[in-house]
């Protein structure tokens, strides 16, 4: 299975970006797909993941900026990066975490917001 993301750029501060995860697979065999980030100098984080129901979950740093969507029928998870600032640069990671607790990752796309 592999996990392919895109959407990463450069923005300025109070921008938008969206990215996009495509999975080589169907979306019914991840029980959680999400985003993680890791800044230069930093440990990866969670961002935002959502469950095979629907449920979301947000870092406390992005709620209220961030959306995570997903759609299992053509296996593919998003997030809405709105007023985004300097602190959320970072390479994201698309993540598809299977039922039986297995972790599939995507390449990363890089955020960068700079004025």
């Known amino acids: 299975v592999q996990l392919q993301a895109s959407g990463g750029g450069l923005v300025q501060p109070g921008g938008s970006l969206r990215l996009s995860c495509a999975a080589s697979a169907s979306g019914s065999i991840f029980s959680t797909m999400g985003w993680y980030r890791q800044a230069p100098g930093k440990q990866r984080e969670l961002v935002a993941f959502v469950t095979s129901g629907g449920n979301t979950n947000y870092a406390d740093s992005v709620k209220g900026r961030f959306t995570i969507s997903r759609e299992n029928t053509k296996a593919t998870v998003s997030l809405q990066m709105n007023s985004l600032k300097p602190e959320d640069t970072a390479l994201y990671y698309c993540?598809?975490?299977?039922?039986?607790?297995?972790?599939?990752w995507g390449q990363g796309t890089l955020v960068t917001v700079s004025s």
């Open positions: 993540n598809g975490h299977n039922f039986f607790g297995y972790d599939y």
